[in-house]
């Protein structure tokens, strides 16, 4: 069967793509840090708002919308960082202030530019099939930081992941570390909000880890896992949507899904499987 020309970069972001939900989305699933991923992400429009703003208004258009969207990502992140508390109450409330203040500013910024607003509409839905060799380039970069961080710091972020108290007692820089899952979360975020948009990136970062987690417990293969059943989930609401003329973000959420709930299914089954052969065993 032959790709279409038209389909092949957005099959190789959407490969790009599932490298950082396998990584980053296994990491936040494990951390039960999807909340932060959701604060961040909306946060992200007021740096696409005042990138555009700053475009249309006074020509600044070397401030491009990925620019805008890691700024207000990366400042959306430390503030997680610097407002969390022991308390759950409390940590919620700081990531629903984060949350609502960037998408206020990023619709403000809309409100007083001119024209209507299409570039920002991409990002807040998603246009995977319109992605560039540009928007290739750079994915192909924030994956690259994204990786060469998780090498770096993979021993202090998990310990910090799975048990960060006794990491702290241990001499373990659990803040540093934090800090830096959650800088990862937000390169994470602006990468993927070119594939689903703003308001579907937590599906995409959550579910195929899901998945993974269901059939694997270490973490590594996890993340491997993660990263297979992602590149599926997007290929195959890549092909539903040029088949069905729909736009392309629903089709793969939808299908993650599917595949995150086939998993579970399969890992019931393999369960109940092996109780029976235990009992007859």
């Known amino acids: 069967m032959t790709i279409p020309n038209i389909l092949v970069l957005p099959l190789i972001a959407s490969l790009l793509a599932a490298v950082t939900c396998g990584s980053v989305g296994t990491l936040t699933l494990v951390r039960r840090d999807t909340y932060v991923a959701g604060a961040v992400s909306h946060a992200v429009l007021a740096g696409l708002g005042l990138a555009q703003y700053l475009a249309v208004v006074h020509g600044a258009t070397r401030f491009t ?38 998408m206020a500013i990023g619709i403000g910024f809309m409100s007083i530019t001119p024209g209507y607003q299409s570039d920002l509409m991409n990002f807040l839905f998603g246009s995977i099939l319109l992605v560039s060799v540009d928007d290739i380039y750079t994915m192909f970069l924030l994956n690259i930081l994204i990786v060469a961080a998780l090498a770096l710091f993979w021993r202090g972020m998990l310990a910090t992941t799975f048990n960060a108290e006794l990491a702290n007692v241990r001499g373990v820089r659990t803040r540093l570390f934090e800090t830096i899952i959650s800088l990862i979360t937000a390169i994470a975020v602006v990468l993927l909000v070119r594939i689903t948009g703003i308001m579907l990136v937590i599906a995409l970062l ?68 092996q109780k029976r052969a235990t009992r007859h065993g």
């Open 65 to 102: 919308p990925t620019l805008g969207a890691l700024l207000a990502a990366t400042i959306a992140a430390l503030a997680a960082v610097a407002l969390r508390s022991r308390k759950q109450n409390s940590n919620d409330s700081a990531l629903s202030a984060i949350w609502a203040s960037g």
């Open 206 to 273: 959550t579910l195929p880890s899901m998945g993974a987690r269901a059939l694997f417990r270490r973490l590594i293969p996890s993340m491997f896992a993660a990263m297979l059943l992602a590149f599926l989930a997007m290929a195959a609401g890549i092909a539903i949507s040029w088949h069905t003329n729909m736009q392309p973000a629903a089709p793969i959420v939808l299908a993650a899904v599917i595949i995150a709930v086939a998993a579970h299914s399969l890992n019931r089954l393999l369960r109940l499987k």
